[in-house]
């Protein structure tokens, strides 16, 4: 695959053009300070995969990846966690925090490999909205309650019920198991993070240690779905 490298820190380019090196399947193109440069590149070089940090001058590789007519696969590379949420919303291939250990770089560019062997031989599945549902009924009291999968902030379970917080209506409580739920719900946008909650990643403002912050409440992160959790932000 032939890469890109954008980072306006010395030291880390030089870590990754370390690790570039060590993988027989990538193939440097260029190495480009901020996202200006790297727009250049592209307008004259074929590129597979980019590796981006975040927080540069004057534009940043979020906006960076979001210019793009035509995305390549993408990596991001950062010193901040926090961006993760927002990273995996732009289908990132992986977030890998500095300081960047080989481990989790080669695990990265793996799974950029098999998407863009898939890719080249036509069979990456694209998915079309309408072979697949966008919504959930949900019964409480005596009504049959449609729920936008979009709307909905994230389920919180208390015994025998379930509540569930989203945009478009006040709490509903509803009769219902998280098995249940869970097998309706799309597993690229929503988590089971502890036992009684299950979220959906594009409403999590923050991630703070072992709990997440969406609209200013708190919900822990069960250890038992820590790891899973942080595989899905790209932070493990």
């Known amino acids: 695959m032939k890469c890109l490298i954008i980072d306006d820190e010395p030291l880390a380019v030089e870590l990754l053009e370390d690790f570039v090196s060590k993988v027989p399947t990538l193939d440097l193109v260029a190495v480009c300070s901020n996202a200006v440069e790297a727009t250049t590149v592209l307008q004259k070089r074929e590129v597979d995969l980019i590796f981006s940090d975040i927080e540069m001058p004057d534009f940043s590789g979020i906006e960076f990846i979001k210019s793009l007519d035509v995305k390549p696969l993408f990596i991001f590379t950062t010193a901040y966690s926090h961006y993760a949420v927002e990273g995996f919303n732009l289908n990132a291939v992986d977030y890998l925090v500095k300081p960047i250990p080989f481990h989790r770089f080669l695990k990265a560019v793996n799974r950029a490999q098999e998407l863009f062997l898939l890719k080249r031989e036509d069979i990456l599945p694209t998915i079309k909205t309408h072979d697949m549902p966008d919504f959930i009924f949900v019964k409480s009291d005596y009504e049959n309650i449609k729920l936008n999968f979009e709307d909905i902030k994230y389920f919180e379970g208390l015994k025998d019920y379930i ?18 739920i869970e ?54």
Do not use: C, M, W
């Open 163 to 180: 509540k569930i917080f989203s945009t478009s209506h006040k709490p509903i409580l509803t009769l219902s198991n998280f098995k249940n």
């Open 183 to 236: 097998e309706k719900l799309p597993k690229k946008t929503f988590i089971r993070v502890h036992r009684s909650y299950i979220v959906s990643l594009k409403y999590i403002h923050s991630v703070q240690r072992n709990r997440i912050l969406i609209d200013g409440v708190r919900i822990p992160i069960g250890q038992n779905y820590k790891d899973e959790f942080l595989k899905k932000i790209g932070g493990a």
